[in-house]
């Protein structure tokens, strides 16, 4: 039976600790601005937020440092705001979609989605610039 140290509560959740993210972007706790960011470009890129995908877990993560009181409604890390969030969408050798999504550049989430009914009815040349389909950065934070 393996026991798992308490987390304190007045400790904020870290990109570092939530993602596979490294520097000064590991450093930073996830903000509800950070979040709804993350959130609003899944929405109008892949139409929905994804259960389990990286708005989400900012989501619960920023929530749960705003209860802390560790950071404030609209807190925003200086790399959010800088650099921005960026999804991506490529196109594999198997057809598939493969959405990456960064935060400041580094990846915060990759998974491949299978489109079974478009399989096959659309060749990469059908598609404006080659494999990547579609890449969209949000805006900067102020």
Known sequence: MSHQ??????????????????????????????AATMQSV?????????KGGPAAVMESAAARNQKAGVVGCKDVTNIAQNEGVTISIDTNESGNHVIT??????????YEKVDEAKRGMIEDEDIPGGDSCYSVQAPKVN
């Open 42 to 50: 899944e929405g109008q890129i892949l139409g929905e937020t994804p």
């Open 101 to 110: 999504e960064t935060l400041g550049g580094q990846v915060v989430g990759q």
């Open 5 to 34: 140290p308490q987390r304190d509560e007045s400790e904020a959740f870290k990109y570092g600790e939530v993602f596979n993210v490294s520097g000064e972007l590991g450093q930073k706790p996830i903000t509800p601005t950070d």
